[in-house]
């Protein structure tokens, strides 16, 4: 059974920095690229983040580049997104997600979510 | 970026009714539109994928056309379970991947 496990979200200040941790399980994590999205009740959803298998790269949406950072553990099957700079427009559910394909790249939809971590910055 | 614009955002219906959500994209995605519904509370499920595909156990009262730039998701015999919110999603551009605003399917 695939399973995604978000961990990490809390209050934040804004300017303040965040580590999101996506636990990944039941299938082989480097077979599939990972993505970070978020939800919020002004924006609805939105894609974040992707990464690919090592060959294949990082991507942002043009509003978090040089913000945020995504990264993947392979040997513990994690994936991580480190922000910076957070903003009250931050505020939101992030949730990850599996690339549907099976080849290690990216540009598929998502198959599987996690069931999401709160962020919210305030002061 | 390729915006995705869905009609109606709130739709009324009872259950086994049949009902229909359009999805506007602002350019040709070809094929490579998703629905999702979500609950509140949960994170979004797949339904459909590659405009027609279901996706596994979901049931054949879902069904998806389209292409191109315009693309719809029918529901048919509305069943309790499916008053939700709907989302459409193009994956020809992931960069940046992009969504539709929502429509809810909500009891009459």
């Known amino acids: 059974e695939v399973r995604l496990v978000e961990s990490g979200g809390d209050l934040v200040r804004p300017g303040g920095s965040l580590r999101l941790s996506c636990a990944a399980s039941g299938f082989t994590f480097t077979n599939h690229a990972m993505h970070w999205l978020r939800q919020s009740p002004g924006k609805g959803l939105e894609w974040l983040s992707g990464?690919?298998?090592?060959?294949?790269?990082?991507f942002y949406a043009d509003f978090v580049k040089g913000r945020f950072t995504i990264s993947r553990d392979n040997s513990g099957n994690t994936l991580h997104l480190d922000m910076t700079d957070l903003r009250a427009e931050d505020t939101a559910i992030y949730y990850c997600?599996?690339?549907?394909?099976?080849?290690?790249?990216?540009?598929?939809?998502?198959?599987?979510w996690g069931q999401g971590t709160p962020v919210t910055v305030s002061s | 970026d390729i915006r995705l614009t869905q009609s109606p955002s709130t739709l009324s219906a009872s259950e086994g009714d049949s009902v229909t959500i359009t999805c506007r994209a602002s350019?040709?995605?070809?094929?490579?539109l998703a629905w999702y519904q979500q609950k509140p509370g949960q994170s979004p499920k797949v339904l459909i994928h590659r405009t027609s595909t279901l996706w596994t156990g979901v049931p054949p009262r879902f069904s998806g056309s389209g292409s191109g730039t315009e693309f719809t998701l029918t529901i048919s015999s509305l069943q309790p379970d499916d008053f939700a919110t709907y989302y459409c999603l193009q994956y020809y551009s992931y960069s940046p991947y992009t969504f539709g605003q929502g429509t809810k399917v909500q009891i009459k």
């Open positions: 350019r040709s995605v070809r094929d490579w």
């Open positions: 997600a599996r690339d549907a394909q099976d080849t290690g790249m990216i540009g598929y939809f998502f198959d599987f």
């Open positions: 990464i690919a298998d090592s060959l294949h790269g990082k």
